[in-house]
């Protein structure tokens, strides 16, 4: 969430008013983050979020936002983003949207970029969970993963695999031998993981892929004994279809992980899951793989945070992850018992009947 793209005052005022948002009052760049250019715009009627999207193009984006809506309109307390009035079915396009660069009404321009608003949750991120919030969000993340099961939009997850594959090289001359080693390794071990039938055979469907701590709101109890309310998750715009399994990785390593050190917390790793088992028990085959996919997880954020660390964008309030995190929650993930990996079986044409 850091700024890449000023956004004018004037700007961001005529785009809230014609959402029906009310007078801008006072717009402010977010630090944090690294990938979008995020505003929080205070208007006459509320508090919301300008997000300007710097690498997904308008036509990638839809999937996101629609999925915000459908989450939301299930009654996930996920933020949903405003459409123009304008540009809703049976309304006269806006003059400014009606090029092909606004393809539908969740998706405005600021800037010349790809935007969007949605309103500003309540409460605050928990950097430092405990096992109740690990509790609630282990809940709400297999109700997400349940509610998406009719969204009709197939995105695949584009810092999936294939993304992996493409950016491990780039990275590997900054690394010394011992680091490039583990990285490469990894890597071959995930490609031959996904190769594998019970891996393609995984439940999936529209995931997150970024539910960190600081992407939820908690409200803190209001008594003694009560448990903290999770307010919301936000910023979907990792979101992808992929495995149900990875986005629980994900989570564990992050809300169940020892900051200093890496090292999964017990406490935390047996609330999130038996909540989320409370929801959407797991299989047989996601319990065998759930060791793979952990490490998974982890790849995943050490290679973005070496490519964002050694490879960074120019923008005002940037502030870039330490990749040596991810390399210690995956060098404890390693370390767990993988599983034995059948591969995919071929396919073979069937034989012809026996004839008597």
Known sequence: MAVFTEVGFAEADALVQRLGLGALQS????????????????TDQGDYVLTLFERLSFAQLPYYLELMRHLAERGLPVPAPVADPAALPGAAAHPLEQSASAPCPLLHTVAGKPA???QKLSGRSELAPTAAHCTALGTLLARMHLAGRDFP???PNLRGLPWWNETVPVVLPYLDAHQAALLAGELAYQNHLAESAAYQALPRGPVHADLFRD?????????????PQLTGVFDFYFAGTDTWLFDLAVCLNDWAIDLPTGEPDAARTDALLGAYEAVRPLGAAERALLPGLLRAAALRFWISRLWDFHLPREASMLKAHDPAHFERVLRHRASMPAPRIAPAAPLVAAEPAATA
């Open 27 to 42: 717009l402010r760049g977010i630090e944090g983050g690294i990938e979008n250019t995020n505003y929080f715009a205070t």
């Open 153 to 155: 939009r197939i995105q």
């Open 215 to 227: 992407n939820a709101m908690f409200e803190p109890p209001r008594s003694e004994g009560e448990a």
């Open 116 to 118: 969007a608003v949605v």
